[in-house]
Structures are given as C-alpha cells and as structure tokens.
C-alpha cells in the first residue's frame, strides 16, 4: 500500500495562493447535510494522518455539487500504515453518505485496495491519475468496484471503463482547457467532464456552460468587473430594512412596511414557523413573529434575503450555499476571540456579495449601514476579523499552511477543521430551506 500512497498524498504543504497538485484531488457532487463534525479522539487521528480538505464543487445547474476532496500528509511522514488512506476514504463515505458525490484522484494500483474496501458507496468517484496505466485483472476490479456503487474515471485523458474524465486547468489557461476538452469529447463522447483549478469565478461558469458537469477553483476571484449599475429595486429594499433594523429601536415601523409586502410576509411567517428555529408556538403574525424573534435575528434574516435575492450569475445558489457556510463558520469562532457573533456572522454571509453581485464592495456596503470594523474586514481587508474570513478561504482552498497559522488562536488546524463540516452542515440546512421557500413563495 506504501508503494502507491505516496502518490496520493502530497508531502508537506502548499504554498500561499497555490491551488493544489493533481495527485491530491479528490471531488464531490449533491447534497444536503454533511456528516457529524470529527469528534475529539478522530481529532487526534486526523492530526496523525493529515489534513483533509474539502474544496467546493459546482454544477452546471448553478447549485454546489459537493467538494473536491484531498488530503495533504505531513512532511517525513511515512504512510505504511495506511493511516492516510483511510483518512481519505473516511471523507469520501462521509460525503457520499450525505448525498454529495465524492470523487478522488488515485494511481492505478489503487484498484485492489479500492475494491477490496467494503466502504465504497454509491456515488463515489475515482479518477486514475495515471490513465494510460492498466493494472492486472484490471477489467474485474472495475466491475467489482461498479457493483459496490463506485465510479471509475481517469485524470487528463479518457481512457476504456472510465465514466467521466478530471481536467486540470491549474497550468491551462479557459481557451486550452476548452480545447482539451473538446478532444476529449471527440474520443469518448459519452464521458463526463470535471474541471479543476481554475482561477476565477468567470472562467468556472464558462466551463459549466461549456462541455463540464462540474467546476472548481477560485470562486471569490472575479475576471473583468462590470461598470457598475443600479441596484434591483428588491435588493434597495432590503437594503433599506437592514439599515432600519439595526438602526432604529422599535420593530413596529418595520412591521408596517413588512405587511405592506406579500411576499416577505409570508417568508417571515415561514422562516419563523420553521424547524430551523424550533419554536414551541405558532407565529401567526408579522408583530408576532417580530416580538418572538427581535431585532437581531430579524436582522439576520433580512441579510440573509439580500445574499438570497443575488442573481445575476449562473452559480448564484451554489455561492449562496458558500457565503452561509463562512456565515456559520466565523459565528462558531467568536467566543474564542471574544467578538460579537451576529457582526461575525454578518461578515461571512456578505463576504461575496460583491462576486454574487458583480459590483465593488464598497458600493453595496454603503446603503447597509454596517459598523466600522465589519466594513474593515469587508471592503479593506484588514483587522483580526478578516484573519477568519482568510482561515476560511484557505481551509475551502485547500491553503493548509495559511490555515494552520491562522488557527493557531482558536484551537489549531484540527479545530477550525471540525468548525468548517459544521458550518456546511448548517449551510446546506438552511439553503434547503430558502430553495423551499422560494418555491412556494412563488405559488402565493
């Protein structure tokens, strides 16, 4: 098993701003909770075998696929064990459990150790890194991973038995990575495209509305920006009971404006009826739901409508999905640096909205009114409240040297690790809910 493991598993850590290498990846599709966050004993393991990463996955429907998963193995560390192994099949069941596709790059030796794993589940993908490599009784060994309910595929090249094929574009820049994969296309038609490792979000959407089932890269990276525009007349007013929430004293203005509008009436009466608050009481009023839930979760709900009502890109909910999950994250660490944790949840939920909405950050901050040094950590990038919002984007970049400084703090790499499948249990929850709610806020 060491023989082929070192192959997996990179040595030491990326750099700062590098996006990982092909023998580590690993990747993911549909879902609606993660599995339970590690406990403290599979804490102590996961700093013995490495850190797995999940990086998010999107789909051409716009929604988040799931994650492109890898595990990065200490440096000098000798793997005989087949402790990293298992370390990265433990993410790929969890994954698969909770209904997203996991996908990870393997050589082709791994074949053996794979179906002889009685943890294959359904929906799992393994990418060969090594395509034009066959190994012994090779056909038997796709069968019986096929039976368990894997699927086999191949890094960079198509080749027979495979399913779908992984293109890196970390080297590639849109024009050669769409050329590649048109070849592909040309030799195995019936083939599902991935790419990987590409630099903005532009380029992912180009991908997706190109020949590609799924993308991934650097989603709060933008290409070109647009001139800027004026704001949809749905976004001013929420704009507009953000401010007057956190300004003004007395919920009763707000309730008047609120019963003024259909729509945001009966998604506050839902959202406050919902199994996500788990009230003991029916709300059937807008100053009921007003008196119960109080301004600052009034707050959060409204914040939550504005980065929901962001629709001008084709990834507009999978990057929803990603903001509610920084939301959650940054929340969950607030006691350990004694900060507010509404401002911090604020902070994570708006963190793309200027990707989201494709304006400066700076103009759409303004009408909200937010406090100084939410603004710092949003618009100049800077003061200990943007660290976290940096923890977070290295830990969903797969950054694990930039995580583990930043973590140090909170707990430690492990820590913020755990903190992260929290949040995107918690994000895919509420995302259900608003995805849900959109729906039937349309039939009223």
């Not at 433990?90 to 996908?103: W, Y």
Request: hydrophobic share 45%; with cysteine; aromatic share 4%.
């Amino acid at each position: 098993m060491a023989s082929w493991l070192g192959k997996i598993f990179r040595t030491g850590t990326p750099e700062q701003g590098a996006m990982p290498t092909d023998a580590a990846r690993a990747l993911p599709g549909n879902a609606t909770t993660l599995a339970a966050p590690a406990k403290s004993a599979e804490e102590v393991r996961h700093v013995a075998t490495g850190q797995l990463q999940r990086r998010p996955l999107l789909h051409r429907s716009g929604h988040l696929a799931g994650f492109e998963i890898s595990l990065t193995v200490p440096a000098g560390m000798t793997p005989a064990s087949g402790g990293p192994f298992d370390a990265l099949m433990d993410g790929m069941v969890s994954t698969a459990e909770s209904g997203r596709v996991a996908l990870a790059i393997v050589p082709t030796e791994a074949l053996t150790s794979l179906t002889a794993s009685h943890r294959v589940k359904p929906g799992m993908m393994f990418a060969l890194a090594d395509p034009t490599h066959r190994a012994p009784d090779e056909g038997a060994l796709i069968k019986t991973l096929r039976a368990q309910g894997g699927l086999l595929g191949s890094l960079g090249l198509p080749r027979v038995g495979a399913s779908f094929v992984v293109l890196d574009a970390t080297s590639l820049s849109l024009g050669a990575l769409l050329e590649r994969a048109q070849a592909c296309r040309k030799v195995a038609p019936g083939c599902q495209l991935i790419a990987t490792g590409l630099r903005t979000i532009d380029d992912m959407e180009a991908a997706i509305r190109g020949p590609f089932e799924m993308a991934t890269g650097l989603f709060d990276r933008v290409g070109e920006r647009r001139e800027s525009g004026t704001l949809s007349p749905n976004v001013q007013r929420l704009c507009r009971l953000i401010n007057r929430a956190m300004n003004e004293p007395d919920t009763r203005l707000l309730g008047e404006e609120i019963r003024t509008d259909v729509d945001l009436t009966y998604r506050l009466l839902r959202y406050a009826n919902s199994p996500l608050l788990g009230l003991k009481r029916q709300v059937d009023s807008v100053d009921q739901a007003l008196q119960i839930l109080g301004r600052q979760a009034l707050f959060r709900w409204l914040t939550i409508l504005l980065v929901a009502s962001t629709q001008g890109r084709s990834t507009s909910v999978a990057l929803q999905e990603i903001a509610l999950t920084r939301a959650h994250f940054l929340e969950s660490l607030a006691p350990e640096i004694w900060a507010p944790s509404a401002t911090l949840y604020t902070i994570g939920l708006l963190s793309l909205l200027d990707v989201m909405m494709q304006e400066p950050m700076e103009e759409l901050l303004r009408p909200l009114g937010l406090s100084e040094e939410a603004q710092s950590a949003l618009v100049h990038r800077s003061g200990p409240w943007h660290d976290l919002l940096e923890l977070a984007r290295s830990l969903e970049t797969g950054q694990v040297q930039t995580a583990r400084e930043l973590s140090q703090d909170i707990g430690g790499l492990a820590a913020a690790e755990a903190a992260m499948e929290r949040a995107w249990q918690a994000s895919a929850a509420m995302s259900a809910e608003l995805r849900d709610g959109d729906r039937k806020a349309g039939q009223v």
